[in-house]
């Protein structure tokens, strides 16, 4: 006879790393959990929320080391709940946008566990945002893209079609798009885009150790490489990248993070 399961598992949004964009929600459940299972781009700050007591496990991706298979979460998700009330399952960012959520929700659901999800403030958004770019803007089009440039990593994920994108979609946000560059901005010129569209790519946006450039897309490979841009990045690419307002830049925030970035 399998336990009785006592817990919820909540999936909750740690936001793109400065801590005041935790929501009140999401600080709330942190306080009370027994138990807080956390990915590699969460600051020791938001961790150190939850009560001395409470059993925190990493699952995150390690310098030189693969991430804890998906599985393995899952399954510790499922054990966790066994043994605490609240368990806070905390993903960067929002935890349906390119964060496996959705995948640990249907396996809470499949395992009896009760699931909830707590949104957070993608990195797509706040990352453009802390400097002053909107990603959407009356007179720079009408549509946005959040899109992967990790795709073909996972085989069970379609490719994505840029050089339709090149023209369907007034603004591109890629997220782990950094080390597939060439090949995106090749596609997105093949498929029509100008290659004097502006862009701009940002590095550990919201908090201490963010840097950013801008640059039409031509130059967009030689810019990240000449400055070394790495690992977490968001590039931004469309018109509304030049309706960056100066003024509304906001102070990245001091943060550790127990991980290493890249
Ligand atoms: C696995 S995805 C997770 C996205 C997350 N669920 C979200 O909603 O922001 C990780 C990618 O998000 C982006 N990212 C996350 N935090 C970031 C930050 N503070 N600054 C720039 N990019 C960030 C990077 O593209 C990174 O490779």
């Known amino acids: 006879m399998t336990k009785k399961v006592l817990g919820t598992v909540y999936l909750v949004g740690a936001g793109p790393g400065d801590p005041d964009l935790l929501t009140v929600k999401a600080t709330r459940l942190i306080s009370q959990c027994g138990a807080l299972v956390y990915d590699s781009l969460v600051p020791l700050e938001i961790l150190e929320l939850a009560p001395k007591s409470a059993e925190l496990r990493f699952v995150g991706k390690r310098r030189g080391h693969h991430s804890v298979p998906q599985v393995k979460t899952n399954k510790l998700l499922v054990e966790l709940a066994k043994r605490y009330e609240v368990v806070v399952r905390l993903k960067g960012g929002d935890p349906f946008v390119f964060g496996r959520g959705g995948e640990e929700a249907a396996y809470m659901q499949r395992n009896g566990v009760d699931v909830k999800v707590v949104p957070g403030i993608t990195a797509g958004i706040a990352a453009p945002a802390y400097l002053g770019i909107p990603v959407t803007h009356r007179f720079a089009g009408s549509s946005v893209t959040f899109v992967t440039g990790h795709e073909g990593v996972d085989q ?107």
């Open 156 to 262: 069970q994920r379609p490719e994505v079609d840029w050089r339709g994108l090149a023209t369907s979609s007034s603004c591109l946000v890629i997220y782990m798009g950094i080390h597939n560059l060439e090949y995106i901005v090749q596609e997105l010129i093949l498929g029509g885009m100008d290659p004097a569209t502006p862009s701009i790519v940002i590095q550990q946006g919201t908090v201490v150790g963010q840097r950013y450039i801008k640059t039409p897309i031509f130059s967009l490979l030689k810019n990240v490489a000449d400055k070394k841009f790495v690992s977490p990045s968001i590039v931004m690419i469309g018109s509304v990248v030049d309706y960056q307002v100066d003024s509304c830049f906001s102070e990245p925030a001091k943060v550790t993070m127990p991980i290493s970035f890249d």
